[in-house]
């Protein structure tokens, strides 16, 4: 009798609790009680082995501490989970959703906040990591692409656009130094540059680099696209891209898909000059042999895009307390460290050094950054992001104008 | 009264997802979306569609690799089988070729690019030495615009599939007597063949053959490996649409999906056409009394094509399996420069989850499957009338291009919560693994001397003891081939997986497509070995068990 | 009544009267109808076993030993069937064959063995019940089809021209064999053959139809 009573009592208890679902970040060891024993779907992309790798690592971690099951739902284009809880709110799914976690910044995150997609505002600095966040240095963990964070997502890492080339091969004293330069590299060296292909993000991610540079004032990226002036902005840049192509790899008829695609391109000796968002990835790829040991590194001594990568929460997640721990042990500074590891990762930290303990600040310290990692000190001045509506306008034109062939 | 359930049920199982994923597909084309605010009807996305720069150039691309695969393909088939059929020569090959049949698509897109690719293979077998390239020259090979590359990659897949379905055929014409008339008759290999034989054969394989321009017309993951990019074929276009976290693109792709049909419609209905110019030409030849004694050289550029797109895939293949072990591999060096087993270390430990799935996936749709396809052929012997237009539904999910109904398949399951569960996941691998199962049990099962059922009964046997005694053992070969085919079709799918699994339930084809989005040559191999001996393990199976079963028995082993 | 009684038998297909036939075969006696392909003479013989295509329609009934075996399911017949081809079971073996045959009142394996052992000794096969019925010749695979349907005791002998496949000798000796077998048991017997020897080795009434 007592264990039915009891067996009646533990039911109504999780009736009760089911009933009131949303987790309060705030009560952090209920949030910790609660994620036990949850599987937490993370969606991220996972085109790159060495992330795999890490998140895997991090998945036996998170098992073992909190008895969270992270699964690693990888993803070759990050709009996937976004419309996949586009689609579930259409359907009227607002509970138990198929995406626990993803990993995002940019455009998807901006779409996202903006059809209100995202768990509540504010549990990112809720999270007992926060405190070691560097977000009065780093401007864009508060602000990604000009758009308030809002606490909506917890960043994980940082990333700022970084070029890179096989020193046995180009010349060092020959290399470009701002998107006009690259320009007159290419063309005095054609078929061995290109980018991948938009909409694609490091694509993209060009594009807006050199209309950063090239437009007349670099202000008005920092607002919504004007649609009456699109055109008149961004003329320098199409005015660009139509001079690079025919110098481009191969003319410029076809692009590499993503990074990976340019990095192999590297490797095989098609491209000379490639770029990515992560000042560590070239010493990576050496490390894991998909690179030989003379790639180095250069950015531009006017400045380079950066920006921060998050992950945030869809508001109908079904692990959302799974998800919190998850993302409040990313950015853990033994988390954080491992993934500055470019025998690991590479990824820069989001977390100040000031604010750590002795003995964590020794983690970082220790780090082996490689031959081709550039010094912090090194990389240049750090250009804002646009306004996601900007590289959504600039994709929407490159599409328009390059689509096809002529 | 189970066997009556058969058809039915299997109607109902087949036909549903693919009427429900139509209709949540072509309703949102014309606006009707409810769950999103649409619910006046309008042929504004249809404009919208159209207004898409190049997206005529995107149609006629997917045409016309489509269609023009399909016929180089039976090409190569129809002048193989003619020039070969009968030969010592032809039985080796066929043993070389019909493994292919199990390899997914994608990774023989893979080893394709692999090989073909300026930095691939043949350059760097070439160079220096022959070409003078210290590094891979700045030529557009994978990805031409024309296509070339993703019509070899369809190629070198429809083929084995042509040649199978052609050996299921052959059994049912007087093969060898008819050589020896023809030859009496003074006719050389090749006309004789086609002239006495491959109108009785390819009635057999048209339904097959439209399943190759149906696939070929609409495909996915081979487009992303190898074709055209400005602008890419229409299929491909498609699901980056149905993609795009803009809800207005629903719409778009939906519009498009409606499109891919009518273009696979063209493609279906031009081939039918191109039919009719073939089987002129067929009679204007045998009327005219065309020997074509001299047929040598027609059979040696059958067989040359036949042992080039076998071996380009292998060589491909091989080069995949080095890239897997590879470290730094350098151009135009032919051989890695080191060795390691990292790449395979870094996998294993993640390729549990995704082998489990695949294996209970292939497992279970090929178990519904073959027992719906004993029912289904139980109840026509039963009736004695062979399988209505009911039936013929069977081959719809094999004639509707994917892409058009697996997405608003995916928005019927997220509507009733089931969406990346395992049964949902078997229930869309069953409609495109069932018409298959039931096309590799059904001559078998007819071929049966069904004296064998009435002996039984005479002996007082009753109908499932004659089932499970007499017919099913005796039948053990045909039910594993059967079996080995289900589990491959399963292993092979793409789209359906990653939209049912949601990305939750991942299969090796799944995991190794998304892996492959990165690029990673070395990990790319791993998986694609893992593409390539889950089917084979299964066909190993199935020739090897029976061996094993009816060892004393001579009868048996053949 | 004893033995085999076709009362009014009558098979069509599609208006086409095939078969009209009332005859009564006693006990160990052997009725044979001839004539050629088309005739309807396979029909017959499937309408007695149980597996008349539904596209024929067939009226009258047939009994054996007072039983009406038409108003029975093919399995609860036990109407016994010589084909041309002998259709051994080929994933059992020549015992195997013998043992599958016999009724299921026949209990315990070693007595089931036993019976197949003899059957095989009554047709001159002795010792052969481990074989691989591949292995046999087409005289030896004959009898063990004999053999075979003897055991399951049938209530009579449907043979369909059972021994156009043999050459000349062998053919007289399974004749031989297969009448005095059906003889012995006192099975009524139908024979169809388009053979006149056979007609005449049967020793029976010879029924003409589609002439």
């Known amino acids: 009798m007592p264990t039915r009573i009891f067996a009646a009592i533990l039911f109504v208890v999780a009736a009760v609790s089911a009933r009131a679902g949303e987790v309060d970040p705030a009560d952090w060891h209920k949030v910790v009680e609660k994620a036990r024993g949850q599987t937490v779907y993370f969606n991220a992309w996972g085109g790159s082995?060495?992330?795999?790798?890490?998140?895997?690592?991090?998945?036996?971690?998170?098992?073992?501490?909190?008895?969270?099951?992270?699964?690693?739902?990888?993803?070759?284009?990050?709009?996937?989970?976004?419309?996949?809880?586009?689609?579930?709110?259409?359907?009227?799914?607002?509970?138990?959703?198929?995406?626990?976690?993803?990993?995002?910044?940019?455009?998807?995150?901006?779409?996202?906040?903006?059809?209100?997609?995202l768990f509540a505002p504010g549990w990112a600095q809720a999270l007992p990591?926060?405190?070691?966040?560097?977000?009065?240095?780093?401007?864009?963990?508060?602000?990604?692409?000009?758009?308030?964070?809002?606490?909506?997502?917890?960043?994980?890492?940082?990333?700022?656009?970084?070029?890179?080339?096989?020193?046995?091969?180009?010349?060092?004293?020959?290399?470009?130094?701002?998107?006009?330069?690259?320009?007159?590299?290419?063309?005095?060296?054609?078929?061995?540059?290109?980018?991948?292909?938009?909409?694609?993000?490091?694509?993209?991610?060009?594009?807006?680099?050199?209309?950063?540079?090239?437009?007349?004032?670099?202000?008005?990226?920092?607002?919504?696209?004007?649609?009456?002036?699109?055109?008149?902005?961004?003329?320098?840049?199409?005015?660009?891209?139509?001079?690079?192509?025919?110098?481009?790899?191969?003319?410029?008829?076809?692009?590499?898909?993503?990074?990976?695609?340019?990095?192999?391109?590297?490797?095989?000796?098609?491209?000379?000059?490639?770029?990515?968002?992560?000042?560590?990835?070239?010493?990576?790829?050496?490390?894991?042999?998909?690179?030989?040991?003379?790639?180095?590194?250069?950015?531009?001594?006017?400045?380079?895009?950066?920006?921060?990568?998050?992950?945030?929460?869809?508001y109908n997640a079904s692990a959302k307390a799974g998800a919190l721990v998850t993302a409040n042990f990313l950015l853990s500074p033994e988390a954080q460290a491992r993934k500055q590891d470019p025998a690991v990762w590479g990824d820069p930290t989001v977390l100040a050094m000031d604010k750590l303990g002795p003995q964590d600040r020794a983690r970082f310290a220790a780090l082996e950054l490689g031959p081709a990692t550039l010094a912090p000190e090194e990389l240049g001045p750090a250009l804002p992001e646009p306004h996601p509506s900007w590289m959504e306008r600039i994709e929407e034109e490159w599409k328009r104008r390059y689509t096809a062939e002529n | 009264m189970l066997t009556r359930l058969g058809p039915l049920l299997t109607v109902v199982l087949l036909t549903g997802p693919v009427a429900f994923g139509l209709a949540g597909t072509v309703l949102p084309a014309f606006g009707f979306l409810p769950a999103l605010g649409g619910?006046?009807?309008?042929?504004?996305?249809?404009?919208?569609?159209?207004?898409?720069?190049?997206?005529?150039?995107?149609?006629?691309?997917?045409?016309?690799?489509?269609?023009?695969?399909?016929?180089?393909?039976?090409?190569?088939?129809?002048?193989?089988?003619?020039?070969?059929?009968?030969?010592?020569?032809?039985?080796?090959?066929?043993?070389?070729?019909?493994?292919?049949?199990?390899?997914?698509?994608?990774?023989a897109a893979f080893a394709l690019a692999f090989l073909i690719a300026p930095s691939g293979m043949l350059a760097r077998l070439a160079s220096p030495w022959l070409t003078g390239w210290q590094r891979p020259p700045d030529l557009l090979i994978v990805h031409d615009p024309m296509g070339l590359s993703m019509m070899a990659g369809l190629v070198a897949k429809e083929v084995p599939f042509l040649l199978l379905m052609v050996l299921a055929a052959l059994p049912q014409v007087p093969l060898a007597q008819t050589r020896m008339l023809a030859a009496s008759m003074g006719y050389g290999r090749v006309a004789g063949f086609?002239?006495?034989?491959?109108?009785?054969?390819?009635?057999?394989?048209?339904?097959?053959?439209?399943?190759?321009?149906?696939?070929?017309?609409?495909?996915?993951?081979?487009?992303?490996?190898?074709?055209?990019?400005?602008?890419?074929?229409?299929?491909?276009?498609?699901?980056?649409?149905?993609?795009?976290?803009?809800?207005?693109?629903?719409?778009?792709?939906?519009?498009?999906?409606?499109?891919?049909?009518?273009?696979?419609?063209?493609?279906?209905?031009?081939?039918?056409?191109?039919?009719?110019?073939?089987?002129?030409?067929?009679?204007?030849?045998?009327?005219?009394?065309?020997?074509?004694?001299?047929?040598?050289?027609?059979?040696?550029?059958?067989?040359?094509?036949?042992?080039?797109?076998?071996?380009?895939?292998?060589?491909?293949?091989?080069?995949?399996?080095?890239?897997?072990?590879?470290g730094l591999w350098q151009f135009p060096d032919a051989l890695p420069a080191t060795f390691t087993l990292k790449s395979w270390i870094r996998v294993l430990p993640r390729i549990a989850d995704p082998l489990l799935t695949t294996l209970a996936a292939g497992f279970l749709s090929t178990l519904i499957a073959g027992l719906l396809s004993v029912l289904c052929l139980m109840r026509e012997e039963e009736t004695g009338r062979r399988p209505g237009p009911a039936l013929m539904l069977l081959y719809l999910p094999l004639l509707v291009p994917q892409v058009a109904f697996v997405f608003g398949l995916q928005l019927f399951l997220i509507y009733t919560g089931t969406l990346a569960t395992m049964p949902a996941l078997v229930l869309s691998h069953l409609v495109f693994v069932m018409p298959y199962a039931y096309l590799a049990l059904k001559d078998p099962w007819h071929a049966f001397d069904r004296r064998f059922d009435r002996l039984a009964a005479g002996f007082g046997k009753q109908r499932w003891q004659r089932l499970f005694l007499v017919r099913l053992p005796m039948m053990t070969r045909a039910i594993l081939t059967m079996g080995a085919i289900g589990f491959a079709v399963s292993v092979g799918l793409y789209l359906p997986t990653v939209l049912v699994g949601a990305g939750r339930l991942t299969t090796i084809t799944s995991e190794a497509v998304a892996?492959?989005?990165?690029?990673?040559?070395?990990?790319?191999?791993?998986y694609a070995f893992w593409q390539m001996l889950l089917p084979m393990l299964g066909f190993a199976v199935a020739t090897l068990v029976p061996a094993l079963i009816f060892r004393r028995f001579r009868d048996m082993q053949v | 009544m004893e033995g085999l009684f076709l009362d009014g038998v009558r098979i069509a297909l599609g208006g086409r009267l095939?078969?009209?036939?009332?005859?009564?075969?006693?006990?160990?006696?052997?009725?044979?109808?001839?004539?050629?392909?088309?005739?309807?003479?396979?029909?017959?013989?499937?309408?007695?076993?149980?597996?008349?295509?539904?596209?024929?329609?067939?009226?009258?009934?047939?009994?054996?030993?007072?039983?009406?075996?038409?108003?029975?399911?093919?399995?609860?017949?036990?109407?016994?069937?010589?084909?041309?081809?002998?259709?051994?079971?080929?994933?059992?073996?020549?015992?195997?064959?013998?043992?599958?045959?016999?009724?299921?009142?026949?209990?315990?394996?070693?007595?089931?063995?036993?019976?197949?052992?003899?059957?095989?000794?009554?047709?001159?096969?002795?010792?052969?019940?481990?074989?691989?019925p591949a292995t046999l010749s087409g005289g030896q695979k004959a009898r063990v089809a004999l053999a075979r349907v003897?055991?399951?005791?049938?209530?009579?002998?449907?043979?369909?021209?059972?021994?156009?496949?043999?050459?000349?000798?062998?053919?007289?000796?399974?004749?031989?064999?297969?009448?005095?077998?059906?003889?012995?048991?006192?099975?009524?017997v139908l024979l169809v053959t388009h053979d006149m020897a056979d007609a005449r080795a049967a020793g029976g009434e010879i029924v003409k139809i589609g002439a």
């Open chain 2, 194 to 326: 086609l002239g006495g034989l491959w109108p009785a054969v390819y009635r057999q394989i048209r339904l097959p053959v439209f399943a190759v321009i149906a696939f070929a017309t609409s495909v996915v993951d081979v487009a992303v490996i190898l074709g055209p990019t400005r602008p890419a074929p229409l299929a491909v276009r498609l699901v980056e649409w149905m993609n795009d976290p803009n809800l207005a693109m629903r719409h778009l792709a939906s519009a498009g999906a409606l499109l891919q049909l009518a273009v696979t419609a063209l493609a279906l209905a031009l081939w039918v056409g191109l039919e009719r110019a073939g089987r002129a030409l067929c009679i204007l030849a045998v009327e005219g009394g065309l020997r074509m004694r001299r047929d040598a050289a027609v059979r040696g550029m059958a067989l040359g094509a036949m042992v080039l797109s076998a071996g380009a895939v292998f060589a491909g293949l091989a080069t995949l399996a080095l890239w897997s072990f590879a």
């Open chain 1, 129 to 314: 990591n926060w405190r070691h966040v560097d977000h009065e240095n780093k401007p864009t963990i508060l602000t990604d692409f000009t758009i308030p964070v809002d606490g909506l997502a917890s960043p994980w890492g940082m990333a700022k656009l970084v070029f890179f080339y096989d020193s046995a091969r180009v010349e060092k004293n020959a290399l470009p130094d701002s998107a006009e330069a690259l320009l007159r590299w290419a063309e005095a060296h054609p078929g061995r540059f290109s980018y991948p292909r938009p909409p694609d993000f490091i694509g993209s991610s060009f594009l807006k680099q050199v209309l950063t540079e090239k437009v007349e004032d670099a202000s008005v990226l920092l607002k919504p696209v004007v649609e009456e002036d699109f055109q008149a902005v961004t003329a320098p840049l199409f005015a660009y891209l139509d001079a690079l192509h025919p110098v481009a790899w191969r003319s410029g008829r076809i692009f590499p898909r993503n990074y990976p695609a340019m990095k192999q391109l590297l490797a095989d000796g098609e491209l000379d000059i490639i770029f990515a968002f992560n000042p560590a990835e070239a010493s990576s790829a050496i490390a894991n042999g998909e690179l030989p040991d003379t790639v180095r590194s250069f950015t531009f001594p006017a400045g380079t895009l950066a920006n921060t990568h998050f992950v945030a929460i869809p």
């Open chain 1, 49 to 117: 082995e060495n992330i795999n790798a890490y998140i895997e690592w991090a998945a036996g971690e998170l098992e073992r501490r909190h008895g969270v099951r992270l699964v690693h739902v990888k993803l070759d284009d990050t709009a996937k989970a976004v419309a996949t809880v586009v689609a579930e709110k259409a359907a009227g799914r607002d509970t138990g959703g198929a995406v626990d976690l993803v990993w995002i910044n940019g455009e998807n995150f901006a779409a996202m906040k903006r059809r209100g997609l």
């Open chain 2, 515 to 526: 892996l492959a989005s990165g690029g990673d040559r070395r990990v790319v191999g791993v």
């Open chain 3, 18 to 132: 095939l078969v009209s036939l009332t005859r009564h075969v006693p006990p160990g006696a052997v009725l044979t109808v001839m004539g050629p392909s088309g005739a309807g003479k396979s029909s017959l013989l499937a309408y007695l076993g149980g597996f008349l295509d539904p596209a024929f329609t067939a009226c009258g009934r047939a009994l054996v030993d007072g039983v009406e075996i038409t108003a029975l399911p093919a399995e609860e017949r036990h109407v016994g069937i010589l084909f041309q081809d002998p259709l051994l079971f080929p994933h059992m073996s020549v015992a195997g064959n013998l043992m599958f045959a016999l009724p299921e009142s026949v209990k315990g394996r070693a007595e089931r063995r036993r019976r197949a052992e003899a059957a095989l000794c009554g047709v001159g096969m002795a010792g052969l019940g481990g074989r691989d």
């Open chain 2, 39 to 107: 619910t006046t009807l309008t042929l504004d996305h249809l404009r919208a569609l159209l207004a898409q720069p190049a997206i005529w150039t995107s149609a006629a691309i997917s045409l016309a690799t489509g269609l023009a695969s399909t016929l180089l393909s039976i090409a190569i088939v129809m002048l193989f089988v003619a020039g070969w059929a009968g030969t010592r020569l032809f039985a080796r090959l066929q043993h070389l070729v019909s493994p292919l049949l199990s390899l997914p698509h994608a990774a």
């Open chain 3, 150 to 188: 003897l055991v399951s005791e049938p209530r009579m002998l449907l043979l369909d021209e059972p021994f156009s496949k043999l050459d000349t000798q062998l053919r007289q000796q399974m004749r031989q064999l297969v009448f005095s077998k059906a003889r012995e048991s006192g099975l009524p």
